[in-house]
């Protein structure tokens, strides 16, 4: 063993710095008073809290919404509104008081939650609403349909969407040819199978197909599902054998936590969550959470009821938005306030589906990439948010995992390991390159001539 002399006493030089998002979090953490409102000045405490008051206050139309906001909501800004939803809305308007009160009714134009809940039409990309290649299932989840509403596109995992209504509409929503009522632009789908009788070919469908271990419980959102109805549907599931993960999925969580903090929806879950541990099955909650300000402390006491009854998780899917949460402060200071605040773990963040009229909400493959740089480091390991790219035909890709990329015309290229379940028995899917498309707005000058070309001679495909 070398001998070298004794270096001397160690002299600790590391400390704490500056850094782009301060922590602790600085914001504070209080139910925003709802009596600032003019619509709500008289409403008191036990109303506000009630999920039966919520669901009958919830604004549908202009006319509640005036109602609501008042001399709050500038008249330039209710005008384009309500263009909006007669020229360029894919979703009809429904917002919980819940979620209309998390947003600044200071400057409501520029208010992150309303910029997605409630979108007007100056927000949109005049020169380019939609993307050429956009399309109503961008996904093409009911391609792949097994039965009805259930879509099998994993080798292991299914979503079953139970029922096609939320508690409250995103002006972004990737099911916008199902979900919810139907609009001046999108006459929607409906579901052609009764509720019961669909319920049980995708349970009768499960029970037949023993490679599929997990299921994601959607819709729609769950919070609009009776309780016995999701208890017995969900209790159902837990009896097959082959489950070994089931996701409820349900932005209301976040938009009306006052239905999860019902007696008889507790006690459902709760029977739910002792029979899952009974099964040795992993039951957990998965929620939409794109800003910080959506974040309260009823949102928090929900999730709390959840963990303690034993639910393995409750976890947030973002979707990056443009003008919402695209920075990597708004990003960090929401990672933040999910983990230490209302105990949600960051878990993806989902780039904006390709759906018509959503240009002005998507950001590039290349910009994800630059969000997802910024923000490791952070946050532990276990809970930094990957983003993701869900790619038509493929399915959820981290953002680095593109096999090329034409910057110019904003093509990223992907491939996959595995078939969808419409590609059974296509001996050459596995060897295809699929497309992803960046938003035009994005692209320079040269990429977006390309498509100014493309829109007015299309071809059946890119030209690459």
């Not at 409102?37 to 509640?64: C, F, I, M």
């Not at 139907?182 to 009768?204: A, G, M, N």
Request: aromatic share 8%; charged share 25%.
């Amino acid at each position: 063993m070398r001998n070298t002399p004794n270096p001397g006493p160690f002299v600790p030089r590391a400390h704490a710095v500056s850094q782009p998002l301060p922590y602790p979090l600085e914001r504070e953490w209080a139910e925003p008073d709802w009596r600032r409102l003019p619509g709500y000045r008289d409403v008191s405490r036990e109303d506000w809290e009630s999920a039966q008051w919520q669901r009958a206050h919830t604004v549908k139309n202009l006319r509640q919404l005036q109602t609501a906001l008042g001399d709050l909501l500038p008249d330039d800004l209710l005008a384009s509104i309500e263009r909006d939803q007669a020229e360029r809305a894919t979703m009809s308007m429904l917002l919980p008081p819940q979620m209309l009160n998390t947003m600044d009714e200071r400057d409501p134009w520029a208010d992150p939650v309303r910029r997605y809940m409630l979108p007007a039409l100056d927000d949109r990309d005049a020169q380019w609403p939609s993307h050429p290649l956009a399309t109503r299932d961008s996904l093409h989840e009911a391609d792949m349909w097994a039965v009805e509403g259930l879509t099998h596109r994993y080798p292991t995992k299914v979503l079953a969407e139970v029922l096609s209504t939320c508690p409250q509409y995103c002006g972004h929503c990737t099911r916008m040819d199902l979900v919810g009522n139907s609009t001046p632009q999108v006459d929607k789908y409906k579901f052609q199978v009764k509720q019961p009788s669909r319920h049980e070919q995708i349970l009768d469908y499960l029970r037949r197909t023993p490679s599929v271990r997990d299921v994601v419980v959607s819709g729609g959102d769950i919070a609009n599902l009776p309780i016995r109805v999701l208890e017995g549907f969900v209790s159902q599931l837990l009896d097959i054998e082959n489950i070994r993960d089931i996701r409820l999925a349900t932005k209301g969580l976040m938009g009306i936590p006052q239905h999860f903090l019902q007696d008889e929806v507790l006690q459902g879950l709760d029977r739910l969550a002792r029979k899952a541990a009974e099964r040795e099955v992993d039951l957990a909650v998965h929620t939409h959470v794109n800003h910080a300000n959506q974040l309260t402390p009823l949102v928090g006491k929900a999730v709390r009821k959840l963990l303690e009854m034993g639910f393995r998780d409750v976890r947030n899917q973002g979707v990056l938005l443009r003008g919402v949460n695209t920075s990597s402060r708004d990003l960090l200071e929401l990672c933040f306030t999910l983990l230490d605040r209302a105990k949600i773990m960051p878990y993806y963040f989902y780039m904006c589906d390709m759906i018509p009229n959503s240009e002005h909400w998507r950001i590039s493959v290349a910009q994800a990439q630059e969000l997802q740089h910024a923000i490791m480091g952070y946050l532990p390991g276990f809970a930094t948010p990957r983003i993701v790219c869900d790619v038509p035909f493929v399915g959820k890709r981290w953002i680095h995992q593109l096999e090329s990329y034409d910057r110019e015309k904003g093509i990223s290229y992907w491939t996959k390991n595995y078939r969808t379940g419409i590609e059974f028995d296509d001996p050459d899917a596995l060897d295809r390159r699929f497309e992803y498309y960046d938003p035009i707005h994005s692209l320079p000058e040269a990429g977006k001539e390309y498509w100014r070309r493309f829109r007015i001679a299309p071809s059946p495909s890119p030209v690459t």
